[in-house]
């Protein structure tokens, strides 16, 4: 059973220009979620994603998109990029948005703007 | 204030050591807790749920006061492996979903 992925692991992209991440949930799991580490610090809550829906947000701009497609998995969109995006991107899967089911990460995307 | 404080670190301790991290969340309305584990350069992962009664797992133990809003996790015996950063985490309390608030972890090194 393969957990979640998430691909690429490593990116390098310049300053203003666009970035999608992609993620795959863990089989059975229809929620995904987004969060930003950046070097230092716990991961920050971006949005959650339901039934292709953006259920929740944390406090990123709007720079900050997303989507879900029908098989659960879901992409991040950064426009504009800024040096300050240079994190590692998680993406975490669990079943069902309203239930505090066990969250299970992807290896995450180390995204670097220069 | 941050949503969730923990100790700051590192800590370094011997093998065998009894080691301690505390944690404190701001919003009362959280429901749900947990103690993560990640690894250098690796993603979280889920080392245990907190209970209001206390909770053990071998050689770690993770209490809640939520009167306090303040959360523990007492690693006994400690190993080469237990090596890592604990992140402290709880549920945001929101009806629309089940996001997670992490703190900025706190990192134990454990020496022979």
């Known amino acids: 059973d393969a957990g979640v992925t998430q691909s690429p692991t490593h990116l390098i992209k310049t300053r203003g220009q666009q970035v999608t991440l992609r993620c795959s949930p863990k089989s059975g799991h229809d929620t995904v979620s987004w969060y930003q580490q950046a070097l230092g610090q716990g991961p920050q809550f971006i949005f959650q994603?339901?039934?292709?829906?953006?259920?929740q947000r944390g406090n990123f701009p709007d720079r900050f998109s997303g989507h879900q497609f029908p098989n659960y998995s879901s992409e991040l969109n950064v426009n504009a990029l800024l040096l300050g995006d240079s994190a590692l991107y998680l993406c975490?899967?669990?079943?069902?948005?309203?239930?505090?089911?066990?969250?299970?990460f992807g290896q995450g995307t180390r995204l670097t703007v220069v | 204030r941050k949503e969730v404080e923990q100790d700051p670190g590192p800590f370094n301790v011997p093998e065998g050591a009894t080691v301690a991290f505390n944690c404190t969340y701001s919003n009362s309305a959280s429901q749900s807790f947990f103690w993560y584990r990640q690894d250098c350069r690796k993603e979280p992962k889920l080392l245990m749920s907190?209970?209001?009664s206390g909770n053990e797992d071998g050689r770690f133990t993770a209490q809640l006061n939520r009167a306090s809003q303040y959360i523990s996790l007492l690693i006994r015996d400690s190993k080469l492996s237990d090596s890592a950063t604990y992140l402290c985490v709880v549920n945001s309390p929101n009806q629309a979903g089940t996001a997670l608030i992490f703190g900025k972890g706190t990192t134990l090194s454990v020496s022979s």
């Open positions: 907190v209970y209001s």
């Open positions: 994603y339901y039934e292709e829906e953006e259920r």
């Open positions: 975490a899967s669990s079943e069902g948005h309203r239930r505090n089911t066990e969250a299970f």
